[in-house]
C-alpha cells in the first residue's frame, strides 16, 4: 500500500463530526501524534475547512510546514457576495493561511453546480488568476452530487474532484465518471470511504433513520462475518485497490484509529457483495 495516496481529514480536529462519533473532537495531543506518524509514512497532505470549527486554527498549534494543505470554499457563497470574487477569494486565502500559518497548496469549491452564467465564468476566470498569481497550486470541486459534472468538468475544468466514494455509494465508477476524469487529466480524491462510519458500525447501533436499508447493512456484516475481515480493512481494501484514484481523504477521532490502518497486514482484493444504493438519503450526508 502506497501510504502517500492518503490525505488526512481534518473536520474531527475543529468539531464533532461523522455520524459514528460518539468521542468529539480530536485532542490537540492526538492531532500532534497523527502528524508525526503521518510524516513517517509520508502522508503529506491534510484536507481542510473553514466551515470545520477550529479545524484550521488547531492545526496552526501544529507543525505542519512539510504538509500540503486542501481548504473548501462554497461556491454559491462566493457567487452571492457584491464583492470582486478574485479580491474576495484571496482575502478567504489570507484568512484561512492566517489561522494555519502556512501557505494553501489547493483550494476545492463546493456547490459546484453553482458554477453558470457570467457569474459562473468570472469566478473560474479568478480561480485561473490565482493559479497563474501563485496563491494556489491547484483548485477544484469537492462534489456530493454528479449531476451535470461532464458538463460542468467541461466548461469550467478544474484540476481536481473530490467526491464520495465506498461499497455504498459507487457513482464514481458507474457511467464511466471515472474513466472521464482520467481521460480529462483532472485528479480524483475520494471522500467518506467509511460513508461516515456507518459502514464500521454494528447493525443494532446504527441510528433508526437508516432502518430502511437494514438489508443492505445485514448483506455487509454477513460477508464481513463470512471472509472472516474487520469493515475497516474492508472498507480500505474496496477503495485502495482501484488505482485509477490519486488520494483517499480519510478522517480519524484520535491516534489509535490513524494507526489502525498500518495495522493491517494486506489489501486483498475481493468480491464485494452487491450493496451499491443511489438513495440520496442514504448516501448523500447532507440529508442527514
Not at 462519533?21 to 502522508?43: H, M, V
Not at 467518506?192 to 443492505?216: R, T, V
Not at 481494501?237 to 480519524?252: H, L, Q, R, T
Request: glycine share 4%.
Amino acid at each position: 500500500m502506497r501510504y502517500n495516496k492518503i490525505v488526512l481529514g481534518s473536520a474531527q480536529f475543529g468539531m464533532n463530526y461523522g455520524i459514528s462519533n460518539n468521542r468529539g473532537k480530536t485532542k490537540n495531543s492526538d492531532i500532534k501524534k497523527i502528524l508525526s506518524k503521518a510524516k513517517k509514512k509520508r502522508i503529506l497532505f491534510i484536507d481542510t475547512s473553514k466551515y470545520y470549527g477550529n479545524s484550521e486554527k488547531n492545526l496552526g498549534k501544529q507543525e505542519i510546514k512539510k504538509f500540503k494543505l486542501i481548504t473548501k470554499y462554497k461556491a454559491d457563497e462566493l457567487l452571492k457576495s457584491k464583492k470582486n470574487i478574485k479580491r474576495r477569494l484571496i482575502n478567504e486565502i489570507m484568512l484561512s493561511e492566517k489561522k494555519l500559518k502556512k501557505k494553501i497548496y489547493a483550494i476545492l469549491l463546493n456547490n459546484y453546480e453553482a458554477i453558470s452564467g457570467k457569474k459562473g465564468k468570472k469566478l473560474y476566470k479568478a480561480l485561473i488568476f490565482l493559479k497563474k498569481k501563485k496563491y494556489i497550486t491547484k483548485f477544484g470541486y469537492s462534489i456530493y452530487s454528479f449531476k451535470n459534472l461532464i458538463n460542468i468538468c467541461n466548461d469550467y475544468k478544474p484540476d481536481i474532484i473530490q467526491c464520495p466514494f465506498n461499497a455504498v455509494d459507487q457513482r464514481l465508477t458507474q457511467n464511466k465518471y471515472i474513466n472521464y476524469l482520467k481521460r480529462k487529466k483532472i485528479k480524483v480524491h475520494v471522500r467518506s470511504i467509511f460513508l461516515q462510519g456507518l459502514l464500521l458500525m454494528e447493525i443494532n447501533k446504527l441510528p433508526k433513520k437508516f432502518n430502511k436499508w437494514n438489508y443492505l447493512f445485514k448483506k455487509w456484516h454477513k460477508w464481513l462475518k463470512e471472509k472472516k475481515i474487520d469493515p475497516l480493512s474492508a472498507c480500505c481494501s474496496f477503495v485502495f485497490n482501484f488505482k485509477s484514484i490519486d488520494k483517499f481523504v480519510i478522517g480519524f477521532n484520535d491516534f489509535n484509529q490513524f494507526n489502525k490502518i498500518f495495522k493491517m497486514k494486506n489489501f486483498k482484493k475481493f468480491k464485494y457483495p452487491n450493496i451499491s444504493c443511489l438513495e440520496e438519503d442514504l448516501i448523500n450526508p447532507s440529508r442527514w
